[in-house]
């Protein structure tokens, strides 16, 4: 069980496009969301919160028009990458909870994003 | 907020020997505490949690141990066999943050046969 499914899981793409990357929790209904951006040989810093029907909640110095979330529904999250720049350029990880603090989240597979 | 601190940073060991890996946080409401593994370009995947209700939690080669008061936890893992190289991280989280991790900066963990 807990099965996050994350799409997709490569993007290669020139500067100024804008990507979508989606993720899905499976078998449960996630109540909160959580976006990662993670560098070479670093932690997963988290970008943003994200709650079933309403906003997301942006961590300091994540630009909010820069990367946009929708958590439209209790099984679905899609981040997008507006006018993408090779330092955009990265692994990005979503998880899924059902929204406890004591509850764990679930990782999806990750997204590599590769902006030439 | 939350600040969550990792050691060792890298840890070679050899293959049979025990594993280490320390942790600290410094919020005092936090009461959730994950171990995640992650191989290269792969996803966290959890291995173990402890709750702050519970002082040690076991599960085969792996296991956890929490002091709240010192607000320290440790991972310990016996018996290390080369697939458990990898990353480990350790993550802390509060009751008033939705279930916000806080993760610690990863130990790599590198077990030589």
């Known amino acids: 069980g807990a099965v996050v499914s994350q799409h997709p899981s490569r993007v290669i793409c020139k500067s100024g496009t804008s990507v979508k990357i989606e993720c899905r929790s499976l078998?449960?209904?996630?109540?909160?969301m959580f976006w990662y951006r993670q560098f070479p040989k670093q932690s997963l810093m988290l970008m943003a919160t994200?709650?079933?029907?309403?906003?997301?909640?942006?961590e300091q110095g994540v630009e909010k028009d820069k990367f946009l979330i929708n958590h439209a529904s209790l099984t679905l999250s899609t981040l997008t990458v507006t006018s993408a720049h090779p330092e955009d350029s990265s692994f990005y990880i979503c998880s899924a909870s059902v929204g406890l603090s004591n509850q764990p989240q679930h990782f999806g597979d990750g997204t590599r994003l590769s902006i030439l | 907020g939350e600040n969550v601190e990792q050691h060792p940073s890298t840890l070679s060991v050899q293959e049979g020997d025990s594993a280490v890996i320390k942790c600290t946080y410094s919020?005092?409401?936090?009461?959730?505490f994950p171990w995640y593994k992650q191989e290269l370009g792969k996803r966290p995947q959890l291995i173990i949690d402890i709750r702050s209700n519970v002082g040690e939690k076991k599960d085969q080669r792996i296991a956890v141990t929490l002091n709240k008061t010192a607000k320290h936890f440790s991972l310990h893992i016996t018996e290390t066999q080369p697939e458990d190289s990898a990353v480990y991280f350790c993550a802390a989280t509060s009751t008033d943050s939705w279930g916000k991790l806080q993760f610690g900066a990863g130990t790599q963990v590198v077990v030589t046969p």
């Open positions: 919020d005092s409401a936090s009461n959730y």
């Open positions: 994200s709650n079933e029907g309403s906003k997301a909640t942006y």
């Open positions: 078998d449960f209904q996630a109540t909160t």
